[in-house]
T-cell receptor, first 114, second 113 residues
Framework: DQQVKQNSPSLSVQEGRISILNCDYT??????FLWYKKYPAEGPTFLIS?????DKNEDGRFTVFLNKSAKHLSLHIVPSQPGDSAVYFC?????????????FGQGTTLQVKP | EAGVAQSPRYKIIEKRQSVAFWCNPI?????LYWYQQILGQGPKLLIQ????????DSQLPKDRFSAERLKGVDSTLKIQPAKLEDSAVYLC???????????FGSGTRLTVV
């Protein structure tokens, strides 16, 4: 049972354009969502997060949007840079009875072409 | 601040052999996680420790996997005997508490042949 899904295995965009990565979830108990970035041979690193009480969170070039009714979130990167090329994981957590456990999606490989 | 240290970085073993991975979390981080990431999939939690106690090991295949966290600091994850499907990257992460402060190590890539 895949509770967090990233249906696009890969995405290719031109440098300077917008990258949009999508994530869907099924568990209505999830109330905190995170995006991680992973380079080859390294562990995932935290990028940005959003609580379910918000519908948008912005940090520099990165913005995460949350649509609770659709159980969908997206990560926007504007403008995209070649250094953004990596695997991006969406993750979700239920903070009620929080143990800190994260449920990850399968990941989307982003390639930003110069 | 030093990161989460893991060793070895790579390991190749034959099926039915045993293997152990080591993790040293960030100093002061009470919570330690072991995740398994199979190629093409997202990380999946195997076990979570709070200090030296187990919080969640519901997805740990206990017939072959074991983990301990001695004195609430370092942790080891063991597989005995290994199967081909155990080929994956094993990630250790630590946090002060909750999901917000997760820091992952670089992982151990295990190949079972």
């Amino acid at each position: 049972d895949q509770q967090v899904k990233q249906n696009s295995p890969s995405l290719s965009v031109q440098e300077g354009r917008i990258s949009i990565l999508n994530c869907d979830y099924t568990n209505s108990m999830f109330d905190y969502f995170l995006w991680y970035k992973k380079y080859p041979a390294e562990g995932p690193t935290f990028l940005i997060s959003i609580s379910s009480i918000k519908d948008k969170n912005e940090d520099g070039r990165f913005t995460v949007f949350l649509n609770k009714s659709a159980k969908h979130l997206s990560l926007h990167i504007v403008p995209s840079q070649p250094g953004d090329s990596a695997v991006y994981f969406c993750a979700a957590s239920a903070t009620s009875g929080n143990t800190g456990k994260l449920i990850f999606g399968q990941g989307t490989t982003l390639q930003v072409k110069p | 601040e030093a990161g989460v240290a893991q060793s070895p970085r790579y390991k190749i073993i034959e099926k039915r052999q045993s293997v152990a991975f080591w993790c040293n979390p960030i100093s002061g981080h009470a919570t330690l996680y072991w995740y398994q990431q199979i190629l093409g999939q997202g990380p999946k939690l195997l076990i979570q420790f709070q200090n030296n106690g187990v919080v969640d090991d519901s997805q740990l295949p206990k017939d072959r996997f074991s983990a301990e966290r001695l004195k609430g600091v370092d942790s080891t994850l063991k597989i005995q005997p290994a199967k081909l499907e155990d080929s994956a990257v094993y990630l250790c992460a630590s946090s002060l508490g909750g999901q917000r402060g997760y820091t992952f190590g670089s992982g151990t890539r295990l190949t079972v042949v």
